[in-house]
């Protein structure tokens, strides 16, 4: 897999069946190596060891209802009170990062709710902070650390 845009982190990746597989520290289970997944690693490492959010916040692949359809998001990391902190959006590195892409997460946080938005596609990193009184998103250099 390429090198992206996030400190290096040691993954345990194994060949299984002729599949690599990467183990997910959320999950605690080895999951197939595709490029979006090779992604979604490197963002719960960072969100665990730079940001300091404890694994036990982090909720990966999980079917989200909007508008009466069935999704999954990528990671959402949760506050103490059980609230949303972040929702993350993942794609691959050859994937760019388009205003659709903005407009999925936009959709999925009509029902998550969450206070701040992460998309990337582990070369290109965007982060929004929710403004709820003027109804709009301001984009940020970085989501803030796990307050403890």
């Not at 690599?20 to 190596?33: A, E, G, H, P, Q």
């Not at 999925?104 to 929710?130: D, P």
């Not at 709820?132 to 984009?139: G, P």
Request: hydrophobic share 40%; with cysteine; proline share 4%.
């Amino acid at each position: 897999m390429e090198p992206l845009n996030f400190p290096k982190f040691n993954f345990r990746v194994k060949n299984t069946e002729n599949q690599l597989r990467i183990f997910d520290i959320v999950r605690k289970k080895f999951v197939v190596l595709q490029p979006e997944e090779w992604v979604r690693q490197h963002v719960i490492h960072y969100l665990n060891v730079h940001k300091g959010y404890p694994l036990s916040h982090i909720n990966v692949e999980k079917k989200l209802m909007v508008n009466g359809l069935n999704k999954r998001y990528d990671i959402i990391v949760f506050n103490r009170d059980a609230s949303i902190a972040l929702l993350v959006e993942c794609k691959s590195p050859s994937t760019l990062i388009v205003q659709s892409t903005f407009d999925q997460i936009a959709r999925y946080n009509l029902k998550a709710n969450s206070t701040y938005l992460m998309v990337t596609n582990g070369l290109e990193h965007f982060y929004c902070q929710l403004d709820v009184k003027n109804e709009k998103y301001m984009f940020l250099k970085d989501i803030p650390d796990f307050s403890r």
